[in-house]
């Protein structure tokens, strides 16, 4: 059975280690520091079709203290934000155009490094759509998309009205249904007719409210959840579903495309296995290299959507090609739960199918690595959550192969999926509210669920063996600029350097002088600011070799 977050953390808290590796002191001493800002595509485009904001931004950064500016140039659609010859240009989002003649990435380089600050561009590697907006190569290109083994859900009111529930934490569709388990559901739309029902987690009818009287959102029940009716489903429930009423749910499984699934909520991910989607990846990191003077190159979603997927005949041949034929497919794999967020089970096969997804991803970032060194030779690095304990439900290894065996459903042969060595930087999501283990009594938290205590768990798990900067999450800090300050060194103490996501928060909130006190940056125009440690490539080899 899948452990829930807070079992994987109790576990994790048991041993939070007390020193960094070696190589942290190392990079101290020579007076190194990763100092990243991530520029989302679509939260700044806003900004970012304007040159002289760009100025404004880039030298606001180096006046901070950041040496490195990550620019995500291929947002989850699959659109990107430079003149390509393979991939469409993002036009328009939320109401926001970008000029025709306009190359986003171009201006963005020539402005940052009139400044000396690197930038590195950031693709969403195995998204090509973006489920909320319906667009992308995957819908065009639907045998693209990953497959996912989930449930049909159908939901049977007492006089036999039956509705497709497919729609988790998300409204309902028209004349529809749809379910809140974890998020408040919202308040109903102008001219929508909703209503809702108190379940508790037995489907027993617990209250119903008519959505004219909604003028807030609505929180789940603490064992139940919230059913929300649109239109002529609101009808239903309504003249149903009295206080104490029963309700039913049926289940099925069933394979279907991503973009179908209610197992992912936003991104629309292709097989990294499909020749088309592996050919188009790899034409858009060549032309990347080939066309502009990109710094460095960041890859994101570079991984399997879920635990659900990949189901594709083409991924089972790939499978059964190196372990043989699985004799119920996908059962003796996995078996998805009646309703999402559940538990699923692990079937026989598990563990070799754990470590068949992380060998692909490692071989794919093998591919990309190639198709950049035969151009020129430029610093990759990763972004990844940080829930190392869990990671195999994506289908990635980023952790040392030192690690012998990190789960016990996997052979020793796991630890060789690992893709540590391919990256010269990793910039896993430490994205916690609270900075420091010290502060966690006061929150009634876990050691572990601190910017230092899983800082120190990442630099545990990759064993020094590459370089690390902890992502923190300014949203987490609202309201909060002294706890953003510490968060930010709480990263900079325990790993190699910080990565600030996302730069559309700093910009609106004004937080420049917030980072630059987080960054121990003297206050003035002709600030020093330290190079990264990335930025001398003979370094990371010298680390590794030396044991560090």
Same mark, same amino acid.
């Given at each position: 059975? &899948?452990w829930?977050?807070?079992?994987w953390l ?5 041993a939070v280690?007390q020193t960094?590796p070696?190589s942290?002191?190392?990079? &101290?001493?020579?007076?190194?520091e990763g ?9 700044n ?10 100025r404004q931004?880039?030298q606001?950064?180096r ?8 620019l995500?140039?291929?947002p ?8 390509s &010859?393979?991939a469409?240009?993002l036009t ?11 190359d ?6 020539e402005e940052a490094?009139?400044?000396g600050?690197e930038?590195?561009a950031?693709i969403?590697?195995l ?6 907006f319906?667009v992308?190569?995957a819908?065009?290109?639907p045998?693209?998309q990953?497959v996912?083994?989930s449930?049909r #859900?159908?939901?049977?009111?007492p006089d036999?009205?039956r509705y497709d529930?497919s729609?988790?934490d ?12 974890r =998020?408040?559901a919202?308040?109903?739309?102008a001219g #929508? ?12 009818v ?6 004219m009287f ?8 603490e064992?139940?959840?919230i059913l929300?009716?649109?239109g002529?489903?609101a009808?239903?429930?309504?003249r ?5 009423? !029963?309700?039913?749910?049926q289940t099925q499984p069933?394979? !279907?495309?991503?973009?179908? =699934? ?12 499909h ?8 034409a858009i990191?060549?032309e ?15 991984r399997?959507a ?10 089972r041949?790939a499978?059964?090609? !190196?372990?043989g034929r ?5 059962d003796?794999i ?8 559940? =538990?699923y089970?692990r079937g ?5 199918w754990?470590?068949?997804?992380a060998?692909?991803?490692?071989d794919?970032l093998r591919?990309?690595?190639?198709t950049?060194?035969?151009?020129r030779?430029?610093p990759?690095g ?6 190392y304990?869990i ?7 980023w952790?040392s192969?030192a690690?012998a065996?990190p789960?016990?459903f996997?052979s ?5 999926t690992?893709y540590?060595?391919?990256?010269d930087?990793?910039m ?8 420091f283990?010290?502060?966690a ?9 601190t910017?230092?205590?899983m ?7 990759t064993?020094?063996?590459?370089f ?7 949203l987490d800090?609202?309201?909060?600029p002294?706890?953003?300050?510490r968060?930010?060194r709480?990263a900079r103490?325990?790993s190699h ?6 730069? =559309?928060?700093?910009?609106?909130w004004?937080w ?11 206050d003035?125009? #002709?600030?020093e ?6 930025q001398?490539?003979?370094?990371l ?7 560090y």
């Amino acid at each position: 059975m &899948r452990w829930c977050w807070v079992a994987w953390l109790s576990v994790l808290s048991v041993a939070v280690p007390q020193t960094a590796p070696p190589s942290v002191a190392i990079v &101290r001493r020579l007076g190194l520091e990763g100092r990243v800002m991530w520029v989302d595509a679509t939260a700044n485009l806003h900004w970012l079709i304007d040159r002289a904001q760009i100025r404004q931004f880039v030298q606001r950064c180096r006046e901070a203290g950041i040496n490195c500016i990550v620019l995500d140039v291929k947002p989850i659609s699959g659109h990107v934000l430079y003149n390509s &010859r393979v991939a469409l240009k993002l036009t328009e989002w939320r109401g926001v155009r970008v000029p025709p003649d306009l190359d986003v990435l171009q201006v963005f380089l020539e402005e940052a490094h009139a400044v000396g600050l690197e930038v590195h561009a950031n693709i969403n590697v195995l998204s090509e759509g973006h489920k909320l907006f319906g667009v992308g190569p995957a819908y065009e290109n639907p045998d693209w998309q990953m497959v996912a083994y989930s449930r049909r #859900r159908m939901l049977v009111l007492p006089d036999g009205s039956r509705y497709d529930l497919s729609r988790f934490d998300a409204p309902p569709p028209a004349d529809g249904v749809a379910a809140y388990r974890r =998020s408040a559901a919202p308040t109903p739309p102008a001219g #929508r007719q909703w209503s809702y029902a108190l379940l508790t987690d037995d489907l027993r009818v617990q209250a119903v409210i008519d959505g004219m009287f909604v003028s807030r959102p609505i929180t789940p029940p603490e064992n139940g959840w919230i059913l929300v009716a649109d239109g002529q489903a609101a009808q239903s429930l309504e003249r149903l579903s009295a206080l104490g009423i !029963q309700l039913s749910l049926q289940t099925q499984p069933v394979l !279907q495309p991503i973009a179908e =699934s209610d197992t992912e909520g936003i991104a629309v991910f292709v097989n990294p296995l499909h020749p088309e989607v592996r050919a188009r990846l790899l034409a858009i990191v060549r032309e990347l290299v080939q066309n502009y003077p990109i710094d460095g190159l960041v890859l994101d979603r570079m991984r399997w959507a879920n635990v659900y997927t990949d189901f594709s005949e083409r991924t089972r041949a790939a499978f059964e090609a !190196q372990y043989g034929r699985v004799v119920l497919w996908p059962d003796d794999i996995i078996r998805p739960p009646a309703l999402p967020y559940n =538990s699923y089970e692990r079937g026989v096969r598990f563990g070799e199918w754990v470590e068949f997804r992380a060998r692909v991803i490692r071989d794919l970032l093998r591919d990309i690595r190639r198709t950049v060194e035969a151009i020129r030779p430029i610093p990759i690095g990763v972004y990844v959550g940080s829930w190392y304990p869990i990671y195999y439900e994506l289908g990635v290894n980023w952790a040392s192969d030192a690690l012998a065996r990190p789960y016990s459903f996997v052979s020793p042969e796991y630890r060789l999926t690992s893709y540590l060595h391919d990256v010269d930087y990793l910039m896993p999501g430490v994205y916690f509210g609270i900075p420091f283990m010290s502060e966690a009594p006061l929150h009634d938290s876990d050691e572990v669920r601190t910017v230092e205590g899983m800082t120190r768990r990442v630099m545990e798990w990759t064993n020094g063996e590459l370089f690390v900067y902890a992502g923190i999450y300014t949203l987490d800090y609202r309201g909060d600029p002294a706890g953003f300050e510490r968060a930010i060194r709480a990263a900079r103490l325990n790993s190699h350097g910080v990565m600030i996501f996302d730069a =559309s928060y700093i910009v609106q909130w004004d937080w420049w002088e917030v980072v630059r006190r987080g960054l121990g940056t003297p206050d003035g125009a #002709r600030t020093e600011v330290p190079l990264a440690p990335h930025q001398l490539p003979s370094l990371l080899p010298s680390l590794r070799n030396s044991g560090y």
